[in-house]
């Protein structure tokens, strides 16, 4: 152990948790397969935050989630499999090479009949959401391009119902994030977003720092009262 860098012992630990509370599952395993097969940044959340969504989910008894950054649909697929069968996801993704990939690894893992994707600029997608007055999401994942969480903060908000979960992924980004100065604008979008947080009464919010496959980084969970 003394020899292992920190974060070979995160990745190491991981996997002893992943294979030891985690049944190998083929279904998931092929739609990380097809991922890869299609040169997927491999950005996805790991099994173990995958399952720890699923979890959060569960207990809350979600039926409807709300999804902002599908890529290949693995996050939504551990969100969709917390759903009861009336259950229903709606995933906001603009790349069109993505949704593809996505939508055949929906049908892969068998969740496709309880998610919808919305092929647009999510800020579009979310404005349509309003306008439609679809809304009282029980749980919003927010996980696309960071420099928009603060606009995505403000629409998760209005699209909760009162004590949903909003739940923001990558926000320490191994620690980058308590740079000041830092001018990277996932940095600086991450930081606007915390400042919104920490100023707004509507919400309860917590920073989860995580360690493991995915390196050094971390969820904030805002409940909303
Ligand atoms: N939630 C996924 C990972 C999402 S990666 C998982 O854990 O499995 C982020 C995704 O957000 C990418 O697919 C990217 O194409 C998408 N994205 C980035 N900016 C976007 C925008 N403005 N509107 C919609 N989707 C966006
Ligand atoms: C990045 C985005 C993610 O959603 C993630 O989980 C990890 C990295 C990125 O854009 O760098
Ligand atoms: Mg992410």
Do not use: C
């Not at 399952?51 to 999804?67: C, H, Q, R, T």
């Not at 420099?147 to 320490?172: F, S, T, W």
């Amino acid at each position: 152990m003394m020899t292992m860098q920190e974060n070979q012992v995160w990745s190491e630990v991981d996997h002893y948790l992943i294979n030891s509370l985690q049944p190998r599952n083929d279904k998931m395993e092929k739609l990380l397969q097809n991922n890869r097969e299609n040169n997927l940044p491999e950005i996805d959340v790991s099994p173990t935050q995958g399952k720890f969504l699923w979890i959060l989910a569960k207990i809350m008894g979600a039926k409807k989630i709300l999804e902002i950054g599908t890529l290949g649909g693995y996050s939504t697929t551990w969100l969709a499999m917390a759903l009861p069968e009336d259950g229903k996801i709606i995933t906001l993704e603009n790349n069109s090479s993505h949704i593809k990939v996505a939508k055949e690894n929906f049908e892969t893992t068998g969740v496709h009949q309880k998610i919808t994707i919305m092929e647009d600029n999510a800020l579009t997608s979310l404005s349509k959401l309003q306008k439609d007055n679809i809304k009282d999401f029980d749980l919003i994942f927010i996980d696309a391009d960071k420099p928009n969480n603060p606009h995505y903060i403000d629409y998760a908000i209005k699209l909760a119902r009162k004590g949903a979960l909003i739940i923001a992924d990558n926000i320490v980004r191994n620690g980058d994030i308590i740079d000041k100065k830092s001018e990277d604008p996932k940095v600086v979008g991450i930081r606007h977003f915390i400042d919104m947080l920490s100023n707004d009464s509507r919400l309860e919010s917590v920073g989860l720092q995580t360690v493991g496959i995915k390196g050094y980084d971390g969820f904030i969970i805002s409940f909303v009262k």
